[in-house]
């Protein structure tokens, strides 16, 4: 049973670019959370989401920053035109359901904007 | 807004020393989780205590919680080199999201 992945693991963008992370939950997880970690911070909540739906992305910039979980397919965060402040670790984690303690984090995606 | 708050920031010890972290916390929880991240890599769950609990076990890891108080500590004991990472404590309410503190940097020297 595969953790949960992220991709690509590193990724470089020159400023104005656009970036586009995914993530795949556990098998069997419906549930995604994304957050941010900047350098020598703890990490940040950005958004939560369920297949189709957004829950909570109250810790998501208004702008250049949106969220999706399609129905099928990895989770995607994407960040339009990017700047160098978005350069930080993102992690994705997965939960089985809304009520559950334990969510299990990805290896993180690791953005460079230059 | 930062919920958990790590003390010390950075810890220096000794191998086969104990090794104790603290962390608090401004609201109501439903449980308090401990994660170690080393230098560059993703997050490993290492413990998870409910409010209704006061200590919690986990091979060398003891995890003790003070609702009352608003806190948490995290004991190393007998650490190892490889213990070296950063300490993180992450507070939930049921079905929300995690909101970590800032972090513990602890290095064990041989």
């Known amino acids: 049973n595969a953790g949960v992945m992220q991709n690509p693991r590193h990724l470089v963008r020159r400023r104005g670019q656009e970036a586009r992370l995914r993530c795949s939950p556990m098998k069997g997880h419906s549930h995604v959370y994304w957050y941010r970690q900047l350098p020598e911070e703890g990490l940040k909540f950005m958004v939560y989401l369920q297949k189709e739906n957004i829950i909570d992305e109250s810790g998501m910039p208004k702008e250049r920053f949106s969220a999706e979980f399609p129905k099928e397919g990895p989770s995607i965060l994407r960040i339009q035109q990017v700047v160098r402040g978005d350069s930080a670790a993102y992690f994705c984690?997965?939960?089985?359901?809304?009520?559950?303690?334990?969510?299990?984090f990805g290896p993180g995606t690791r953005l460079t904007v230059t | 807004s930062q919920q958990g708050e790590e003390d010390p920031q950075a810890l220096s010890i000794q191998e086969g020393e104990n090794a104790t972290m603290n962390c608090s916390y401004k609201?109501?929880?439903?449980?308090l989780q401990w994660y170690r991240q080393n230098s560059g890599r993703g997050l490993v769950h290492l413990i998870l205590i409910r409010s209704n609990e006061r200590e919690k076990h986990s091979g060398r890891l003891r995890v003790t919680l003070d609702t009352s108080k608003k806190s948490s500590s995290l004991l190393i004991t007998a650490s190892r080199a490889a213990d070296t990472a950063s300490y993180f404590c992450a507070t939930a309410q049921a079905g929300t999201a995690l909101i970590f503190g800032k972090g513990t940097t602890l290095s064990v020297s041989s």
């Open positions: 609201t109501s929880i439903n449980n």
């Open positions: 984690a997965s939960s089985w359901n809304r009520d559950s303690d334990e969510q299990y």
